[in-house]
């Protein structure tokens, strides 16, 4: 029933997004409900899934016990960041039963992955894990001239828009097809092949093209060179980024400041329109996701995906195995009593340093972050607890893991 709901539910997406623009703007917040509707009753029941990543960490295997929907099964191997692995299926439940299977199952695994909606996961909450969105935003607050908003930017994103200023870029802003047929095929697809490969979640060009007509292309060029280009949109006071490429997808291109040229000129697009925010689009739910890194250097404030219909719960079993081998390698961010937090995971044999915990601040720790737990397999020295409140932002938690578990309960006590 629910793969039916499902496949009547992309059917009529993709008949949407072929609907001229009048109609999309008059139905727009109808067809939203229904879609979240139809989403709800189709995950009224899952699926439980043991799904065994073979080569995950320099070889070694992760074994994950997924609760979710078969269709949600790529966005594991995203959300893991590997796609070669081996799937079966055990059962089927109804999700007010994921609590009991839970305490009574004996499966041995790594780590446990619930993928639920969130209206239904606030009914289960399960004790012990890790509330995760499935993506996180970057918004970067316009407040005045751009010499005001550059004083929010890291050292090296204001040095890439000196940059940027003196390299004979151009900016063209389009609402012409051929521009987008050219974003289309020639940057937004190739650039996501090559950065996501076989993860890679591609948009149909009839729903880019409906963005792009509510909207309009910012194209970043050198000489007669394309470089990069985004398709934005202005909602009310925001301007958004829905879709970026690189021309034929090449990161050649970042290496000659396309990705830099592109922000630099959305932001001053964006004053020129008299926004007052820029989305600069959503992230994986990880620290030290690479994007999530690239737009802390602009100034930007992270916040959950208010569109996400989806959340995570995420427990981690044993702090040897595989488990431990991804919080090690994802710093997760996630919900705590507050808001949100981002956690580092540290399986070193010494204690951390204050070198160390002064470069995973200057590094991690984030606006829109309530709080930053360091857990420590080895322990802190002990002039780092002494001058916690003096060095470090009260927002900083240590967590020292040198005689305890890595529990994921135990850790939401600490926070």
């Known amino acids: 029933m629910s793969d039916f709901i499902t496949l009547i539910n992309q059917s009529l997406i993709g008949l949407y997004d072929r609907f001229p623009d009048r109609i999309y703007v008059l139905t727009e917040p109808i067809v939203k409900t229904l879609k979240t509707l139809f989403l709800l009753v189709s995950e009224l029941k899952v699926g439980i899934f043991i799904v065994r990543f073979e080569f995950y960490d320099e070889g070694n ?27 079966s299926r055990d059962a089927g439940l109804f999700f007010w039963k994921i609590n009991s299977y839970l305490k009574k199952t004996d499966m041995k695994t790594d780590m446990t992955v619930i993928h639920l909606n969130k209206i239904l996961y606030s009914f289960i909450h399960p004790e012990g894990y890790l509330r995760m969105p499935d993506s996180v935003k970057s918004l970067l607050h ?45 940057m937004y697809v190739p650039y996501m092949k090559k950065r996501f490969k076989e993860l890679a ?14 909207g309009f292309l910012l ?5 007669d060179r394309y470089l990069s280009g985004v398709v934005c949109r202005i909602k009310q006071d925001t301007f958004i980024f829905e879709l970026i490429g690189l021309e034929h997808g090449s990161f050649q291109r970042v290496r000659e400041g396309a990705l830099d040229a592109l922000y630099y000129y959305s932001i001053l697009e964006a004053l020129k329109r008299g926004c007052r925010i820029i989305d600069f689009g959503n992230s994986n739910p990880f620290l030290n996701d690479g994007l999530v890194l690239y ?3 602009w100034g930007t404030v992270l916040m959950p995906n208010l569109k996400q219909i989806r959340e ?82 009260d927002t900083v938690k240590l967590i020292n893991l040198a005689h305890n578990e890595l529990d994921t309960k135990n850790i939401l006590s600490e926070l």
Request: aromatic share 10%; with cysteine.
């Open 295 to 297: 737009k802390r250097k």
């Open 61 to 87: 295997p992760l074994t994950v016990l997924f609760i979710g929907r078969e269709q949600q099964l790529d966005f594991l191997k995203r959300f893991t960041g590997s796609g070669i692995c081996t799937i």
């Open 201 to 214: 979640v591609i948009d149909s060009y009839y729903k880019v093209r409906r963005l792009f007509r509510t």
């Open 142 to 186: 316009l407040n005045g001239s751009f010499e005001e908003v550059i004083k929010k930017f890291h050292e090296s994103a204001a040095r890439k828009c000196r940059n940027v200023s003196s390299a004979g870029y151009t900016v063209e802003i389009s609402h012409d097809i051929t521009a987008l047929e050219h974003f289309y095929h020639e």
């Open 312 to 393: 995570l719960g995420v427990k981690i079993h044993g702090i040897k195995d595989g488990g431990c081998r991804f919080i090690r390698n994802h710093y997760p961010i996630f919900f705590d009593k507050k808001g949100l937090a981002g956690l580092i995971f540290k399986d070193n044999t010494e204690p951390l340093s204050l070198k160390e915990m002064r470069h995973i601040e200057n590094t991690y720790s984030t606006s829109g972050l309530d709080n930053l737990a360091v857990l420590s397999h080895g322990g802190f020295e002990r002039n780092i607890e002494k001058n916690l409140l003096q060095d470090f932002p």
């Open 219 to 223: 194209i970043v060029r050198k000489e």
